[in-house]
């Protein structure tokens, strides 16, 4: 049996942050578990906006021609995915919310063009903020499980990490680190769930 493939997304345009510590600790627990996890660093990859052309409601492709071509094919391929992220703004910072309109073709293909949804997957969410906004993390997680759905997705587990602001802060919270080292290692034993 080939070892599953993870796509593990870090979401914040800050490189080495909060949260990518946190995805780093998770990419451990696949990697000891025996899955495969491949990385993808958003911030990278400068995604161009969706442009609402819905071209894609025709053609089934998007068709803005950027890196998000080679980001398709990853999804695709993920036996499951774990996006992390900080909240900005009480939702996804921009450049993964550029990531998540751009998946407007699966939405496409399943509710405009009758194509059957894709195969079920596990994944999972690692997010991260500061403090003092009174809006919590609930808009950042119904915005990734809108993109979730369409990607046949379940959500399997969610760790939020509040109150780090600096990218060392995330050090003062060891339990969240082990968890999402745990987290990366019980996906691999849910992917193979799913195949079965
Ligand atoms: C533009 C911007 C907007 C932010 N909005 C929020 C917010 O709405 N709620 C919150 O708790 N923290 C907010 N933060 C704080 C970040 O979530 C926090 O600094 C986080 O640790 C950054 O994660 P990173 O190190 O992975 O980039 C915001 C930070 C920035 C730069």
């Not at 600790?25 to 990697?31: A, L, M, P, Q």
């Amino acid at each position: 049996m080939t070892a599953p493939t993870i796509l593990c997304v870090a979401g914040s345009p800050r490189r080495h942050g909060n949260s990518e510590l946190l995805l780093d600790s998770c990419v451990r627990g696949i990697e000891e578990a025996g899955g495969i996890a491949d990385r993808l660093e958003v911030v990278e990859y400068d995604i161009t906006p969706c442009q609402g052309c819905n071209a894609c409601s025709l053609t089934e492709e998007c068709v803005i021609s950027d890196r998000m071509r080679e980001i398709y094919p990853r999804i695709d391929a993920a036996d499951a995915i774990v996006i992390s992220s900080p909240v900005y703004f009480a939702t996804v910072p921009a450049v993964l919310k550029a990531l998540y309109d751009r998946c407007q073709p699966y939405w496409a293909r399943q509710h405009v063009l009758n194509q059957p949804a894709p195969a079920r997957r596990p994944g999972a969410l690692l997010l991260v903020r500061g403090a003092g906004d009174p809006y919590g993390f609930e808009a950042a997680v119904l915005t990734t499980k809108s993109v979730f759905a369409v990607l046949g997705i379940d959500l399997v587990d969610t760790i939020e990490v509040e109150g780090v602001d600096s990218p060392s802060e995330l050090g003062r919270h060891p339990d969240s680190i082990a968890r999402a080292e745990e987290l990366g290692s019980t996906l691999v034993g849910r992917t193979l769930e799913y195949r079965r």
